[in-house]
Nanobody, 124 residues
Framework: QLQLVESGGGLVQPGGSLRLSCAAS????????IGWFRQAPGKEREGVSC????????NYADSVKGRFTISRDNAKNTAYLQMNSLKPEDTAVYYC?????????????????WGQGTQVTVSS
């Protein structure tokens, strides 16, 4: 079964950190760009970050630049999102997605596989 599974979410105080993981099973991530998205209650799903298949290219939403870092370990078939200096407005369900090809896709519908999401809550 081809799937992505996110983990690492939870409750954290403002200013804290979390590291999310996105593990693939049933296929290798080597040829896939990986994106992280989030969706807060009542809001549209938004792109957070993306990393190319080689890891050589990354991009970030303005709202997370300087605080979040995307990475990948193809040997472990896993991608990560390190989130530092978390703010209450970062509260959302976080999803990872995989898009076949070397570069990060421009459109959300160009992603081939999606995980089920992991909840991140930033609150004191």
């Amino acid at each position: 079964q081809l799937q992505l599974v996110e983990s690492g979410g939870g409750l954290v105080q403002p200013g804290g950190s979390l590291r999310l993981s996105c593990a693939a099973s049933g296929f290798t991530l080597d040829y896939y760009a990986i994106g992280w998205f989030r969706q807060a209650p009542g809001k549209e799903r938004e792109g957070v970050s993306c990393i190319s298949s080689s890891g050589g290219s990354t991009n970030y939403a303005d709202s997370v630049k300087g605080r979040f870092t995307i990475s990948r370990d193809n040997a472990k078939n896993t991608a990560y999102l390190q989130m530092n200096s978390l703010k209450p407005e970062d509260t959302a369900v976080y999803y990872c997605a995989a898009s076949y090809g070397r570069s990060c896709p421009r459109l959300r519908n160009q992603y081939d596989y999606w995980g089920q999401g992991t909840q991140v809550t930033v609150s004191s």
